[in-house]
């Protein structure tokens, strides 16, 4: 049986006003698909206001500007519909130490249960198979030959993460004999540790 046979996983992109909410950064867009048997399903994505103004190198990377979230959710309100999407399910980040310490922190702040959910980092997949060289979500993507999406904002990475977690899950299992999702997600880690500590 393939290894994501009867699996569900919810695959995650955020953007933000800076690199760490530790320095301030905030949260002004977040994405899921989710992935289910194997193929990308639902999609959902909300821009995110920050309570504060996005600067201009961040909005050079991803294009939000302080008028595009004007109107946007709260971040309250965004954590409310983030933790009943997400429920107790995988998820799939591509390098989850950027993006999970602003999701801590959105869960956190509205008031939320914390995220106990096993996690698959494509990074750590992509650096298991290929090294440590650059393993940039864009550069995977081409090197795949995966369509095209909107880079550098939140729907459009979580869609080319999903596929690339697809692509990389099917080697896992061929290559290295892989037999589930939390085994991907064992691995994935692995490699991010001993791959920080080269």
Do not use: C, K, Y
Request: charge should be negative.
């Amino acid at each position: 049986m393939p290894i994501l046979a009867g699996a569900r996983a919810s695959v995650l992109d955020t953007e933000t006003t800076g690199m760490s909410p530790a320095t301030g950064a905030a949260l002004v867009e977040i994405a899921r698909v989710e992935i289910e048997d194997g193929a990308l399903r639902d999609a959902w994505s909300s821009l995110v206001r920050p309570g504060r103004p996005i600067p201009p190198d961040a909005v050079a990377v991803h294009g939000i500007t302080d008028a595009m979230v004007a109107e946007a959710p709260t971040p309250a309100e965004i954590g409310a519909r983030l933790r009943e999407r997400v429920d107790d399910r995988t998820l799939v980040f591509h390098n989850a130490s950027f993006d999970l310490p602003f999701l801590v922190t959105l869960l956190r702040d509205s008031g939320q249960p914390p995220l106990l959910n096993p996690i698959v980092d494509t990074l750590g997949l992509a650096r298991g198979l290929f090294g440590a060289g650059s393993n940039s979500l864009g550069q995977l993507a081409e090197r795949m030959g995966l369509p095209a999406e909107t880079a550098h904002r939140a729907l459009g990475d979580a869609r080319t993460t999903a596929r690339v977690f697809l692509t990389l899950a099917a080697r896992w299992e061929s290559e290295r004999g892989i037999r589930s999702l939390a085994e991907l997600a064992a691995v994935s880690q692995d490699v991010m540790r001993t791959s920080h500590r080269r």
